[in-house]
């Protein structure tokens, strides 16, 4: 508790006491005589009172004074025997808490022989609006010490400082004080305490509150309104949306956002509707908000027209509407104007720092890492760190995803050294980013050490490493992370089931999938999702029990589910079932006639037979379709330097060498028992021809520079955006063998490991 200094007022009248003030020394007194017509008011009947009737009007100036004219309206008070006037000092002091000088203020309020409640609460409020709530609660103690009754502003100010440094007990006791004291409430003040306890989530003394409270204004129903959205009951929320009598645009806004909050995006579109047809005036936050549910639906009509909207309403330059705008294109897929507006962020309006630059910048460049365009995302961080914006952890999260989006290993390792060189302290949901980062960047030995450096872990960090080795497809150790995290009482969570499961099924370990399928449900009640049901239909595909797929499918009414039948054929694919294929292929055309992976898949496993007419038929149906095949690619890092590769592709300046080596070992390879895979070559060529086609394949050319340009006995890491064909499988296990390499591949599905002749995988993907 913080001990007051408390002047005698002979301390008043020396120049001793001005030491606090060490511009007192030099004020240029005589210019300020003009501005500030002082010495006038000393000779009226009652100078105190016309003094304080100063203060007050120039505490509304605008613009607001400065800290030397402040300075002088002390040193005048002083000299005219004012500062003991209780009014007086409290002009002076607030003066100085509008100019931000707080410490100025604290050192005329302890120099006060005077202090009533308006004192204590210029102060204590002044400390809770620049974040020392502590320093805030600690005055109000020693207030009551002091016997100074709060009055209204003071206990919800308070209640405020209880709120932001989550202190429930706290706020309980202040609520017991003014119970205990029969202070009358008014609606301001019983708003706080509704506010208090809503943030905690005790609903029932929220309810109680309310239903006590004789008159009520907007801010109580909002605060009622906001409570059952919080909960996820909509429809009381609506309930009492519709009893309001306050419903104003602010009341709009919160149950729009509630309800996109919940999920419910097709309801907040309607409320949106129904808000325009009723008249209501729309503000910048109603106009951000709107601009982000457009988004979120990926309606970029719908975002075009609020954008004019914008336009129209003089809101063009709010930083809050720059964001929205920035995020609304940026999923919309539409980058090109997002950095148009991006690069206007010079001309924005911020309020209060709520909305500053920085966030801007994390908007653009979360919008190239959904999009995709990851070097652009590294690039722009750079500019970022080069134009001196305060990168937050947002941020560093989304260039944790650009990284492992592409990649990139070798950038991924110089961002982490560049978070730590920023300073920022790695929280659960950093850690748990680069964990995630690492393991898709191929470096399970990073993953792990950067999980293992977490003090603190929960269901996030133990999703992430969970996750990290499902992608490697280690079913056994993600099993037994997975008992570890129950061990420590962590409870899993549905994501954490979505990557148990997923390792199972590319590890063959159907019982346990089916257990842990049962678990989530029956043991942590848990509904499965997509996901889920996706997960098991894969599980039992892969192990070529394709009716048993089918039965899980139509037991749990999931037909409706396009990417349940995108596994299905996937794994009679693999397992080469035609009739099962075509069954898969049939129901997934009517829920996404226009999906290139349904077809890319039939018109596959129709080659692999030999039907080249029907294979063929596939594909002239694309084609009339407009529906076009995602290209094969492959890429490498190298000295910071990406290096793409297509098949046949000879545009990469080492082309010549690239072809030679590759030619050279292939003939090693076969030597050592290599047979080139030609029933998996999906086109009616002579053998020759499909020979050639298997051998120059994307992600051979870049394993084959990798080897060419790196020392012996470095791991070559390279990425493809598709799943990895069979024959580039067994090559990639010869090669292993025969260069003593480590190859670590990454598909559109997972990791492979290439090591001595084995594969992680163990030829089960």
Same mark, same amino acid.
């Given at each position: ?10 301390? $008043? ?77 409290? @002009? ?45 609660? @600690? $005055? ?9 009754? #709060?009055?209204?502003?003071? $206990? ?19 609520? @017991? ?66 009893? /309001? ?20 995006? /097709? ?22 908000? /709107? ?41 919309? =897929? ?9 690069? @206007? ?69 110089? &961002? ?74 962590? $409870? ?14 590319? /590890? ?84 996404? #006639? ?23 038929? &596939? ?33 990469? #300046? ?56 790196? #020392? ?27 260069? =003593? ?25």
């Amino acid at each position: 508790m913080r001990t007051l200094k408390i002047p005698n007022p002979v301390q $008043l009248k020396n120049s001793t006491a001005l030491s606090k003030f060490p511009c007192f020394s030099h004020h240029p007194t005589r210019s300020f005589n003009n501005v500030l017509p002082i010495d006038p008011l000393l000779s009226e009947k009652n100078p105190q009172r016309a003094f304080i009737g100063l203060l007050k009007s120039i505490s509304r100036r605008s613009p607001a004074p400065s800290l030397l004219e402040i300075e002088f309206l002390h040193c005048k008070t002083i000299k005219a025997s004012f500062i003991g006037n209780t009014n007086v000092g409290n @002009g002076i002091l607030n003066l100085y808490v509008k100019y931000g000088s707080i410490g100025f203020a604290h050192a005329l309020f302890d120099e006060m022989l005077q202090r009533d409640a308006l004192t204590w609460t210029i102060l204590l409020s002044a400390y809770s609006r620049i974040g020392n709530h502590e320093l805030s609660l @600690g $005055l109000f103690s020693t207030m009551l010490a002091d016997k100074v009754f #709060p009055n209204h502003f003071t $206990l919800a100010c308070v209640l405020k400082c209880c709120i932001n440094l989550n202190d429930f007990e706290m706020g309980r006791e202040v609520h @017991g004080w003014i119970l205990r004291n029969g202070i009358e409430l008014d609606v301001v003040l019983q708003n706080s305490i509704m506010e208090f306890y809503a943030k905690f989530g005790a609903f029932e003394c929220v309810k109680r509150v309310f239903g006590k409270m004789i008159e009520r204004d907007v801010v109580s129903w909002n605060i009622m309104i906001s409570l059952y959205l919080q909960i996820g009951d909509t429809n009381r929320s609506m309930e009492l949306f519709r009893l /309001s009598p306050f419903r104003d645009v602010s009341s709009w806004n919160i149950v729009i956002n509630g309800h996109m909050q919940n999920e419910l995006h /097709s309801r907040a579109l309607q409320l949106l509707y129904e808000m325009v047809n009723l008249g209501c005036r729309l503000n910048q936050f109603t106009l951000s908000i /709107s601009l982000v549910l457009a988004g979120r639906l990926v309606m970029l009509e719908l975002g075009q027209q609020i954008h004019g909207q914008v336009l129209r309403t003089g809101f063009g330059h709010d930083a809050f509407i720059k964001t929205s705008l920035i995020d609304m294109y940026s999923k919309c =897929g539409k980058m090109e104007v997002s950095k148009a507006i991006f690069n @206007g962020i010079h001309q924005c309006t911020y309020y209060d720092g709520l909305v500053s630059k920085d966030i801007l910048w994390s908007s653009i460049i979360a919008g190239y890492v959904q999009n995709g365009r990851s070097e652009d995302a590294i690039e722009l961080f750079r500019r970022m760190l080069r134009e001196g914006a305060k990168v937050d952890k947002f941020t560093l999260t989304s260039i944790a995803a650009a990284c492992s989006d592409a990649g990139l290993l070798e950038q991924g390792r110089q &961002m982490h050294a560049c978070f730590e060189k920023l300073g920022h302290g790695f929280d659960v949901f950093l850690t748990s980013a680069l964990t995630d980062m690492y393991a898709k960047c191929g470096s399970m030995q990073d993953a792990h050490k950067t999980f293992d450096s977490t003090s603190v872990r929960n269901v996030v960090s133990w999703t992430s490493i969970i996750g990290s080795y499902a992608l490697f497809g280690q079913g056994r150790e993600v099993i037994e992370l997975y008992e570890k995290m129950l061990e420590e009482n962590i $409870l899993p969570n549905e994501i954490s089931f979505v990557s148990v499961l997923s390792a199972c099924s590319h /590890s063959g370990l159907i019982e346990e999938g089916q257990r842990y399928y049962k678990s989530m449900q029956e043991d942590y009640g848990i509904v499965p999702g997509v996901e889920h049901f996706t997960c098991m239909v894969d599980l039992l595909g892969r192990a070529g029990l394709l009716d048993q797929a089918k039965e899980f499918i139509q037991e749990n009414k999931i037909s409706h589910h396009s990417a349940v039948w995108r596994a299905l054929l996937a794994a009679s694919r693999v397992h080469n079932n035609i009739e099962m294929a075509i069954y898969s292929s049939e129901h997934l055309s009517r829920l996404e #006639p226009y999906d290139v992976g349904s077809f890319v898949l039939l018109s596959n496993t129709y080659a692999t037979q030999r039907n080249w007419m029907e294979s063929s038929r &596939m594909r002239n149906l694309m084609a009339c379709r407009g529906i076009s095949k995602q290209p094969g690619k492959s890429w490498i890092q190298l000295k910071g330097e990406l290096h793409t590769f297509i098949v046949g592709d000879r545009l990469h #300046p080492r082309a010549d060498e690239i072809y030679f080596y590759l030619e050279n070992l292939l003939v090693k390879l076969k030597e050592m028992g290599y047979s080139s895979r030609i029933d998996m070559v999906l086109h009616d060529l002579e053998e020759e021809q499909v020979e050639s086609a298997l051998n120059f394949h994307s992600e051979k050319l870049a394993v084959a520079y990798g080897i060419i340009s790196t #020392p012996c006995g470095t791991p070559i890491r390279v990425m493809k955006n598709l799943r990895i064909c069979v024959d580039c499988h067994v090559v990639f296990k010869y090669i292993s063998q025969a260069t =003593g390499r480590e190859i670590i591949l990454r598909d559109a599905h997972r990791f492979h490991c290439f090591k001595d002749g084995r594969c992680s995988c163990g030829d089960y993907w």
